[in-house]
Each structure stands twice: as structure tokens, then as C-alpha cells.
């Protein structure tokens, strides 16, 4: 063990220890094989227990404390679950069965694999708004009619439409509907797969990037979006199902062209369901502390119209459309077609990316609340399975959902046996019910999806606060959103991203910098342009960079740190090497700085005429320092050598102080030695350093 130089014998001391030295990577790639190549009981079981966390906790249930909330959960998030369903479908360009299938299959597996125990993992709007733009995109190209609303089970007049195209694909055999679910099972199978190897590759991280202004800013776009596609299912008019950039604009320009072919019957129940339901959510809100479980207003709007479109037989005396005929039972499982994975791969990018961020914040946001932890890359893992396995049983993209992981979470739920509870609710839909929603009205789905955006869309009323806040986030979730509506929402995801890393890049590129002062007679120092009555150090300018030093930000550490104490060194001392040791420096000769103006008077080429002979910089804020940063300190200290002025540094992190050694800061051999008069565990030390050393230097200078 080495003492610390700075203050030895003086007060407290500051002993390092000697760490071994780390392994070669040779080392750490045997001991790990070493170490997976090893089998024992505890090990296998450790295994299992992390791939599988249900085995751990199911062995610790408590039935008489966690039973009754997890049922009663399950059982109204299974009722919501089935409204939910057969409304989405209408965004996804499916049947409703294939829904169902995907709320099921959905559950059961996440109940296995899952670590936070509220998170409810289904179909979730957005994804299915993006899932449904891909299907439309390949209907279209196999010679289908994206506008042509969805038939019903075992019509197949839309193969009627198939072009050349399909018969290409080996599909002649294969309608509108039965093309349309390979594309969603085949993007969907990709989309687990993005997913699964992120978890493999532990990048549960990167969904960190995508933040909440831009992921709010996100869901308010999207759901303008498909608040727009089901504006034509609340209005009963057929217009064309667009795509590409601009789709939301072309939409209501349709809309409004065809607004008087409206079907009356479909407005009038459109404007019933929408009173009642919005009615019944504001109720539900303001009297949220007195109900013990929300109201299933969905599922009693849903039963009530299926019978009046069915005793009233709305389809066939007013022409309204309706659900269709929904099987029940089980299909065959299918592999999806590895010709379609190829055509969707990199539509599959934003759904992964989406998926993941949403269901790994929603996990780590409840888990925080209810205190417990969960695993970024297991949720990776569960949510991915979740995909590539329901992928062959007819299933289509799903992800953690916020509104059914509150409601889930506000009706007792305790573990993800709730989930158990919730898909025997569908199973008991699927293989029962089913065909008792065939008059549905199409109009009411819609209604159920327009009321369950009003929580994103209220999200706008978050912006004049996020403003005040930060400019610069709500610049993205303005952008974000903006772009979702007036481009796509895949070009709005990517531009939100993209001016996000930019603006974190910009912080980091010009953090604030400032000269600081000593707060009367204290040993703390602030910044002087942000406090009065500070008092400066005679001689010593105390700097602070707010931020990292590297090769980006290396010119403006300079330029910041050349204007504020009004002095270039290195053109000093290129000055005087031209005019000689005598020279110095007019009033007159500025220092260039194109971002900030040129600074004038710098006075002479020795410490007394420059006004300073030391420069303490407090690296309390330096998070890091690269090649180029330690090379920009190298410099810097050179030169003002040169000048007779001394460089300190003060409040080095360890990771700094690390950097600084392997760079050989200090020099070769004399580390220590160097160190001593260098570097400083507070910037009021560093002061009284410098002091002292120019009071030690004042006589030798009066004698000569």
C-alpha cells in the first residue's frame, strides 16, 4: 500500500490499495468455459430458476394472502381483454380470433418467463396500428385490396383480387385474410427474434435511450393515428386505406371528400357508445378511491350493442357492417414463411425496439413502486417469447400494456398467477363464446379503441410544463409526435431517436463552463456568474468544465477556458519565440473564438503582466477522459509552463486520476513525485498550494 502525496503528515492521509492485477482476456474466456462446462444440481436449478422465474416463486405462494387479488385481477383484466381484443383486430387488418389467440397465448407465456408480477403483457394499440401498416403495405403488393374490410371466416371471394404476384409466393390457394396473417406471424416471428437476441446479447440497456419525452411523444402521435383510422369504422364510409409518408393527412382529405355517403345508424351508435363510454371512464376516475374494481363498461357496451344489432338485425336493414362470424377452437399450427421474414426484417426493427422500451420501463416502473426488482434482459427474454412461440399459432405482436397494467394493478394483483386467470377467461371466449359477438357492430370496436386512447392523448396537456422544465425535451416530444402524424410512425420513432442522441451529444459537447470564487471565508467555491459577493483568489483562476472531457468537446474546453481568464498560451508562446524571450503581447492581440467572439487584452507573456500564475481546474463535473482530452490537458500544461504559470487539477474522480496515470500525465518512472504538486482532493487545497508556492517564489524573484 502507497500513502497518498497530498497531505501527508497533514491531517487525515489518504492510503491506495494495491490491486491485483485483472486478468488477460485469454484468462477470462478459460474461467468462464471452465465455469459452463462444470455441471452441478445447484447450478442446473440456478439456471432454471433464472429462465424460468415462475418456478421460483410459485414454490413460496402464499394462497390465503395473494389468491383473492390475483383472481379477482384476472378475472376483470380477462374481461377487458376480450372487448380489447376484437377491437383491435380492426387496426391489425385480422380477423378477431387471431386476437384472442394472442391475448392467450400471450399470458400464459409470460407468466413463465416474466419477472415484474403486475406488468400485463397483450395486445397493445400501437403495435397493432404498426403491425396492420406492414399488412396493408403486403396485401397491396400481392394484389390485394387494402381498402376491402376484413371478410369473414371462409370467404374467400377476395382471391378473386390475387394478381400474379401471389401465385409467385405459392399462394393460389391462399385468400385476403390468409395472406394477411402469414405477413403478421411472419413479422411477428422476427420481431422474438430481434428481441430474444438483444436478451441473449444483454442489450437491455439500449432501450434506455429511448426516452419518456420521446416515448410519450411516440404514443401521442401514434394514437392520433389510429384515432384517425377508426375515424371511417365510427362514420361507416369507405374510403381507401393509404400508405406511406402523409398517411394521416390523405386520410382526412378522403374523409372529408366522402363524408355525406355516412351511414346514419353507424354515427348515431358511434355518438351512444362514445357518450357512454367516456361518461363512464370520467366516473370511473373521479370515484377511483371508492371502487374496489373498475367498471367493465367495455364488455356491458359491447353485450348491449351485440343485441340490439342482432334483435334489430342492424347489417341488414341499414347496411352496417359488423364482426363476422368468429370461429372457436384451436388452428393448426403453421410455420411462417421465411420469404415473408425476409420482405419484413427491417419493419421489424421499430416493433422490437418499441415492444422492448415500453414493457422494460413499464416492469422497472412498478417494480419501483411496489418494491422489488426486476431484470431488463429477462424481460427482453420474456417479451420475445412472447412473439417467436404464439408466432405459430396464428398470433401477432405483443408488449406490456399500460392501461390493463394499471387497471391489473388497482384490482389486488399480487403475482402473474393473475395471468393464468386471464387467459382461461379467453380460452373460455375461444372455445364458447365467440360466435355470440357476430352482429357486433364494427362502429362499437371502434368506439372501444378511440376511448382507450384518452389517456395518451391527454398527454399533450404535459407540454407546457415539459417546456418549462426542458426545452430540449419537449422538442422531442413535439418532433416525435409531429412527425409520427405528418410523416409515418416508423420515421417518427427514428427522428425522435436521432434528435435525441443529438441533443445528449450537444450537452456533452458544450457543457457550461465557468470561472469560480471562494464564498467569503469558507472553502467552498461557486460560479461568479451566477452569485454576488464571492471573493476571488489574488492570482489564481479556479475553472470548471460541466462535463466530460474528449475529443468532441477538447476545442471548446479551450476556447472556455482562453476567454474566461483572457488568455492563449499556446499563441503566447508562439508569439514570443517569434519576437523573442523579451516580447509580449498588445492589448490589441485578441484571441479568436469563432463560437464566442474574440477576448482582448491579454496582457503579457509572464504570470504578473497575464494577471495569474496559477489555474486550478476542478474536475469534479469531468465524468471521463479520453486520448484526446488527456493530450488536450497535456498541452495545456506545457504551455503554461512556458508562460511561468502553473496547472492544478482538484477533485479528480478515481476514474480520472486512473486515466491520468495510464496516460503518463505525471511522467515516466516519477509518478508519485508528480502527482504531489498536481493533484488535489478539494479545489480549496489546490488554492492554498498555489498560494504558498508563489510566496516561496515572491523572494527569489525580488532578488533577481
Known sequence: MEVSPEQQGEGPVLVRRQRPAPPGLRERLKARLRQSCVFSVQGALALVHDLLPATRWLCRYRLRENLPGDVMSGLVIGIILVPQAIAYSLLAGLQP?????????ANLIYFLLGTSRHVSVGIFSLLCLMVGQVVDRELLLAGFDPAQDVPEPRDNSSTLGASAGTLELGMQDCGRDCHAIRVATALTLVVGIYQVLMSILRLGFVSAYLSQPLLDGFAMGASVTILTSQLKHLLGVQVPRHQGPGMVVSTWLSLLRNARQANLCDVLTSAVCLAVL??????SDRCQHRLKMPLPTELLVIVVAT????FGQLHARFGSRVAGVIPTGFMAPRVPDPGLMRRVALDAVPLALVGSAFSISLAEMFARSHGYSVRANQELLAVGCCNVLPAFF?????????????????????TQLSSVVSAAVVLL?????????????????????????RGALRKVRDVPKLWRFSRADALVWVTTAATCVLVSTEVGLLGGLLLSLLILAGRTQHPRAALLARIGGSGFYEDTAEFEGLVPEPGVHVFRFAGPLYYANKDFFLRSLYNLTELDPGRAVARRKEQGPEAGVSEGDPVEDKDQGPVSNVAALVPMAAGFHTVVIDCAPLLFLDAAGLATLQDLRRDYRALGIALLLACCSPSVRNALRRGSFFGEGQGDVEEEGQLFHSVHTAVQAAQARHREQAPTDSSL
Do not use: M, N, W
Open 97 to 105: 380470433i387471431y386476437s384472442l389467440y394472442t391475448s392467450f397465448f
Open 278 to 283: 367516456l361518461a363512464a371512464k370520467e366516473l
Open 307 to 310: 343485441l340490439v344489432s342482432h
Open 394 to 414: 396464428h398470433c401477432f405482436a405483443t408488449s406490456a400494456a399500460l392501461a390493463k397494467t394499471l387497471v391489473k394493478t388497482a384490482t389486488g394483483c399480487r
Open 429 to 453: 371466449v375461444l372455445l364458447v363464446l365467440a360466435p355470440l359477438f357476430r352482429d357486433l357492430q364494427r362502429s362499437v370496436l371502434a368506439c372501444v379503441i378511440v376511448v382507450s386512447l
